[in-house]
């Protein structure tokens, strides 16, 4: 599923871009990208040596809360502006 999302994401960042510029964005986006995911990895090794596997997915779920919550109060403004 990740990789749909990943591809769609691409795309749609890219799309008014002219070819010298979707080049370079797109290198960055993907290189911000793919830094991050060895971060996390290298974070998540270090969270479970540290704590435990139950401490890593405590953390985790705590990391989506904000997201998500930000996600659900757009949606209401936006239908409230409507």
Do not use: C, H, K
Request: hydrophobic share 50%; proline share 1%; no cysteine.
């Amino acid at each position: 599923g990740w990789n749909l999302g990943f591809v769609a994401g691409s795309a749609l960042l890219t799309e008014g871009l002219s070819g010298d510029e979707r080049a370079r964005v797109q290198g960055a986006t993907d290189a911000l990208i793919w830094s991050s995911a060895a971060g996390a990895a290298l974070g998540s090794g270090v969270v479970v040596a540290a704590a435990s596997y139950t401490a890593l997915g405590l953390l985790g779920a705590a990391l989506i809360a904000l997201p998500l919550v930000t996600m659900f109060r757009g949606r209401r403004e936006l239908r409230r502006a409507t």
